[in-house]
């Protein structure tokens, strides 16, 4: 196979470290894309699929899309948001998720939005957070941290704080406690760059990736059944386009596969089992084309 050119190269930015980018690197090698072996690297090209990929910090990555230095990023939704860049998103993921709360002192003076107002509030996504505000008709003094922001109102930074909540451990352990509405729901993205023409490969990569993405909701379940039982087996299972019915060599047997959800399959196991299946099987995909 001839050199792809540099020209004919679609140009990805991908996070160069931290969870985010194990994520993204186990996604785009499920989906058949060469991934680097060594962390030091910051530029791969692959060239059997005409791509070049660039390993960049996951904040800076929506700036180099949105000035169409590079045709595609990778990154999370809140630092496309943070960064405001002139990037769009292009395809969900379905990793990385997170919520952006606000949180404040336990006792109360801080409980809804309307007691932001005026306020300090500190926090690692200042373009995310002023528009939030603007968009609701408060302002706010926005204190810029690049970490430990929890420690903030202790600290007497400031009044409340905004930041990315898992499960609240963090907070609880810093005295606070979240409140308001949920600023924004964030997880991987694909990115592009806004009003552009569709670079070459773009419709390939989104092809795999969602192939990928929907494979990883899915499981394939094989099972052995007597003929009598077969409706009420395949009623439970259905796929999605019906199942793979084979006949066994043993007489009045049928092999069965389906495509099923994963979430769940153990008490499709159970109740396949109480169908009259035998010899269940339950396997991984890896990626498919629906």
Not at 21 to 42: I, P
Not at 153 to 160: C, E, K, W
Not at 213 to 241: H, K, M
Request: one cysteine or more; proline letters at 5%.
């Amino acid at each position: 196979m001839s050199a792809v050119t540099d020209e004919a190269l679609l140009r990805i930015a991908v996070p160069n470290k931290g969870a985010l980018a194990e994520a993204a690197a186990a996604m785009l090698s499920d989906a058949g894309y060469r991934q680097r072996w060594d962390t030091k690297d910051l530029v791969l090209v692959d060239e059997a699929n005409g791509v070049e990929f660039y390993y960049l910090r996951p904040r800076d990555i929506a700036v180099y899309v949105g000035e169409g230095i590079l045709d595609l990023g990778l990154t999370g939704r809140d630092m496309l948001l943070d960064a405001g860049a002139p990037a769009d998103e292009a395809l969900a993921l379905g990793f990385g998720h997170s919520k952006f709360r606000f949180a404040a002192p336990a006792d109360g003076k801080l409980a809804c939005l309307e007691d932001l107002d005026g306020k300090r509030i500190a926090t690692s996504y200042p373009g995310l957070l002023k528009r939030f505000l603007a968009g609701r008709g408060l302002t706010a003094r926005l204190i810029h941290l690049d970490g430990a922001v929890e420690s903030a109102v202790r600290l007497g930074v400031a009044d409340a704080i905004a930041d990315v909540v898992e499960t609240g451990s963090t907070l609880r352990k810093a005295g606070l406690v979240v409140f308001g509405d949920v600023i924004l729901e964030s997880e991987a993205i694909l990115i592009r760059r806004a009003a552009a023409p569709e670079p070459p490969g773009l419709g390939q990569l989104l092809a795999r990736l969602s192939g990928v993405i929907v494979a990883r909701d899915y499981v394939l379940v094989d099972y052995d059944i007597e003929e009598p039982n077969l409706p009420a087996a395949t009623a439970l299972a259905p796929g999605l386009e019906g199942p793979t019915v084979s006949p066994l060599a043993k007489p009045g047997w049928c092999a069965v596969r389906a495509l099923v959800p994963r979430l769940g399959h153990q008490g499709l196991m159970d109740r396949l089992w109480a169908a009259g299946a035998r010899a269940i099987l339950v396997t991984d995909v890896s990626a498919c084309r629906l």
